[in-house]
């Protein structure tokens, strides 16, 4: 059975690697220096939880907001 799952990426401003967690997986989350090593990573860890049985999603991603303050 094929899942698929939202990841959340962000770029660490000091080191210029790509972070990424997947929004109510415990545990799923990863580094690299590119979006293909990042995806890579991402699949390999949640492909380890989904074979652990550890898997429990707690949450279910719905969106982003732009929140504008002055």
Request: no cysteine.
């Amino acid at each position: 059975m094929r899942r698929t799952f939202t990841a959340v990426i962000e770029r660490d401003t000091d080191t210029g690697y790509y972070v990424a967690f997947v929004p109510g997986v415990p545990g799923a989350h990863t580094q690299a220096e590119s979006l293909d090593e990042l995806n890579a990573n991402l699949k390999e860890v949640v492909e380890m939880l989904l074979q652990d049985g550890d898997l429990k999603v707690e949450a279910e991603f719905v969106g982003t907001q732009l929140v504008e303050v002055s």
